[in-house]
């Protein structure tokens, strides 16, 4: 055994509070905590938003962001969830992304949520999401987990499917997280 700890980072990509997106998140989050050691960093939209709408470049980035970006770039594994927007991830949580390096996350395990109002834009995951960490050239996971509004109540977690949506989704993480972190591309040597 290792004595590894995870650095994983969630990002919860709702602007708003109480967000179901947040909970999501942070049921994730719980999930994998419960089974690996982790070291948690959330970051939630809404927090850094009235700073990352005024930042266009990354040189621009004040170090209250800077850190964000870096907590982003240096983590063993991501969980990166957003509200449906117009049948996209918000523009924001793009903005977040457009900052990061673009060989920052090669390799690294990225696990994929998103709410919705209902259910018809379930795949936003798949024709969203899951391109945009395909361009990092991170491992994007094979469950993603998918949220509508009947899946909550008061903005909490209310159905079982839900549920065992996000126990699938952390079992099958933590065996690709674990190999993740055991293997260092070249590349991202050469990043870090
Ligand atoms: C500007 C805006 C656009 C939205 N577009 C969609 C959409 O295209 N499809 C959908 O299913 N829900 C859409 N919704 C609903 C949100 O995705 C949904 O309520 C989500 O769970 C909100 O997440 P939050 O509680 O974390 O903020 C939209 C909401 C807003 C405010």
């Known amino acids: ?3 590894k700890v995870f650095k994983v980072v969630a990002v919860s990509g ?13 049921a994730l989050l719980s999930g994998l905590r419960t089974q690996l050691p982790v070291e948690p960093h959330l970051i939630e939209l809404g ?4 700073v990352l709408s005024g930042v266009l470049s990354r040189p621009d980035a004040p170090a209250a962001l800077e850190l964000q970006l870096r907590a982003i770039e240096e983590a063993d594994a991501l969980i990166v969830a957003s509200p449906v927007y117009r049948a996209s991830y918000t ?9 990061v390096h673009h ?13 919705g109002g209902s259910e018809r834009h379930a795949l936003m995951i798949d024709h969203q999401l899951r391109p945009l960490f395909s361009f990092f050239q ?3 996971l094979p469950i993603g987990v998918y949220a509508s509004g009947r899946d909550f109540h008061d903005y909490a977690i209310a159905s ?7 126990g699938l ?6 065996p690709l997280v674990r190999e993740a972190s055991r293997f260092v591309s070249p590349v991202a040597a050469k990043v870090a």
């Open 1 to 3: 055994m290792s004595g």
């Open 169 to 174: 989704a952390v079992e099958r993480a933590v």
């Open 103 to 115: 060989e920052a996350l090669i390799d690294v395990p990225v696990l994929l949520a998103a709410t």
């Open 14 to 26: 709702s602007t708003s509070r109480p967000s179901r997106t947040l909970a999501v998140t942070e």
């Open 160 to 166: 079982p499917e839900l549920l065992a949506r996000i």
């Open 91 to 99: 523009g924001l949580f793009k903005h977040l992304f457009d900052l």
């Open 47 to 50: 927090e850094i938003a009235p």
């Open 138 to 140: 991170a491992r994007t």
